[in-house]
């Protein structure tokens, strides 16, 4: 057998055939790859996002809870000053006597 040289190897159609056909599937992979990629990076994001919103609700839930048990605390200061007052007062008519 003769050494081939590289022009005559390229002239002949079988050899150019298979190179053109493993660079397209070279290339067809690394489009797949990037695509397997972007797909994993929606679907982690689309994840974060809703465990975002779960813990931002869960937030508010507690910053409201907080509020309204700082509401309900001053509501029951203001109630107990009330009572307090009416129990100070006189239950009777100023000029009435008092029973013996």
């Known amino acids: 057998m003769y050494p081939v040289k590289v022009s005559q190897a390229w002239k002949e159609k079988k050899p150019r055939k298979w190179l053109l056909l493993g660079l397209v599937a070279?290339?067809?992979?690394?489009?797949?790859f990037v695509q397997e990629m972007?797909?994993?990076?929606?679907?982690?994001?689309?994840?974060?996002?809703l465990f975002a919103l779960a813990a931002l609700v869960l937030y508010l839930i507690d910053r409201a809870g907080q509020w309204g048990l700082g509401w309900a605390g001053h509501q029951a200061?203001?109630?107990l000053t009330a009572a307090e007052e009416i129990s100070k007062k006189q239950l009777h008519r100023p000029r009435s006597e008092t029973a013996q």
């Not at 070279?26 to 797949?32: D, K, M, R, S």
Request: glycine share 10%; aromatic share 18%; hydrophobic share 70%.
């Open 38 to 49: 972007l797909v994993a990076l929606m679907l982690f994001t689309g994840v974060f996002i």
């Open 77 to 79: 200061r203001r109630g």
């Open 26 to 32: 070279f290339v067809a992979l690394q489009i797949y």
